[in-house]
């Protein structure tokens, strides 16, 4: 349990905290959500956790910091997803139509940041960082779609058509207006 302070009028009263982290990154994704980047600030965050400023500088370096830990953490979570649906006993096409809907839940919920690059303002170590975590994200990604296509196409297909399906699953899930309705005749002659 970590003792922190938080500000209560003009008077710093200790407060006991057990998970402070788990709590700036939850008030980091929240916020996400709620501002644009550009607007999303260390002072807000802190006040919406109810701990001193200072206090956030003891979890993360840089508001950098906290958006690469937001995404790593979202991206874990999701890779357990994707395996949990990988035992389903469903058709493939039905696994891929989940799959696109818990990828698009995902990057549309708090990854706006991607869909226009990395903000200017990361530093060269956080930014390397996440292009290599985004990297493997795509990688695993397609694994899974490979896994869940074996045996309804070419095995010498398999590791190039789970990579179109990846890229065209991460292009589409931004999308407002598409659907996986949109994906799924291509999806279907593919796997004939």
Same mark, same amino acid.
């Given at each position: 349990?970590?003792?922190?302070?938080?500000?209560?009028?003009?008077?710093?009263?200790?407060?006991?905290?057990?998970?402070?982290?788990?709590?700036?990154?939850?008030?980091?994704?929240?916020?996400?959500?709620?501002?644009?980047?550009?607007?999303?600030?260390?002072?807000?965050?802190?006040?919406?956790?109810?701990?001193?400023?200072?206090? +956030?500088?003891?979890?993360?370096? =840089?508001?950098? &910091?906290?958006?690469? $830990?937001?995404? !790593? %953490?979202?991206?874990? @979570?999701?890779?357990?997803?994707?395996?949990?649906?990988?035992?389903?006993?469903?058709?493939?096409?039905?696994?891929?139509?989940?799959?696109?809907?818990?990828?698009?839940?995902?990057?549309?919920?708090?990854?706006?940041?991607?869909?226009?690059?990395?903000?200017?303002?990361?530093?060269?170590?956080?930014?390397?960082?996440?292009?290599?975590?985004?990297?493997?994200?795509?990688?695993? +990604?397609?694994?899974?779609?490979? =896994?869940?296509? &074996?045996?309804?196409? $070419?095995?010498? !297909? %398999?590791?190039?058509? @789970?990579?179109?399906?990846?890229?065209?699953?991460?292009?589409?899930?931004?999308?407002?207006?598409?659907?996986?309705?949109?994906?799924?005749?291509?999806?279907?002659?593919?796997?004939?």
């Amino acid at each position: 349990m970590n003792t922190v302070h938080f500000a209560k009028g003009l008077v710093v009263v200790p407060r006991n905290l057990e998970n402070v982290k788990e709590e700036i990154l939850q008030a980091t994704r929240d916020m996400i959500v709620e501002k644009v980047y550009g607007r999303l600030n260390i002072r807000d965050i802190a006040k919406k956790c109810g701990i001193a400023t200072g206090t +956030f500088y003891n979890y993360f370096p =840089s508001k950098q &910091a906290v958006i690469a $830990a937001v995404m !790593q %953490e979202d991206w874990r @979570a999701f890779r357990q997803v994707v395996a949990e649906h990988s035992h389903e006993d469903k058709p493939p096409i039905e696994k891929l139509e989940i799959l696109f809907g818990d990828l698009r839940q995902m990057l549309q919920s708090v990854h706006q940041i991607w869909q226009a690059g990395f903000p200017d303002d990361l530093e060269s170590g956080t930014l390397n960082k996440l292009y290599s975590i985004r990297q493997q994200l795509h990688q695993d +990604f397609a694994q899974h779609v490979c =896994s869940l296509i &074996a045996g309804h196409i $070419a095995p010498e !297909q %398999e590791a190039c058509a @789970a990579d179109i399906i990846t890229r065209l699953f991460f292009s589409f899930a931004y999308e407002q207006s598409a659907s996986f309705d949109q994906l799924r005749y291509f999806l279907l002659r593919m796997l004939d």
